[in-house]
């Protein structure tokens, strides 16, 4: 056995088996992403954020399409970026091989007035 690998502990896969139980036989897409994540953080460790090398728990590959029409494809973002990426992004797709999980941000109505917190201090 190649020393470089590490072995799977028991309690680890007993664990990541058990969150992607479900009742009704097939899981969540982002449960199942996320739980194989945290699977390969657990035996790898994590990453570095592809675009402000900051630490990155979980190592998913980010694929952006921007609303100009230009891909970015990087292969980790922490969620500060992932975030950023969202907002100026038409679609952010994560992949882990068959399962995909997309993000298209909402958009607000242009002509609607912008909301304004509830919350605020004494004027």
Partial sequence: MDSSKKSLPYNVLQEYLETLAEPGGQPDRRKVLFSYAELQ????????????????????????EHNDGTIA????????????????SARITLTIGNNVVDYSPRRRDPGAAPNKSKAGGAR
């Fill in 41 to 64: 953080y657990k035996l790898h460790g994590g990453g570095r954020c592809s675009m402000c090398r900051s630490a990155v728990r979980y190592v998913l590959p980010v694929r952006a």
């Fill in 73 to 88: 494809e990087y292969v980790c973002l922490c969620t500060r970026c992932l975030e950023g990426e969202k907002a100026v």
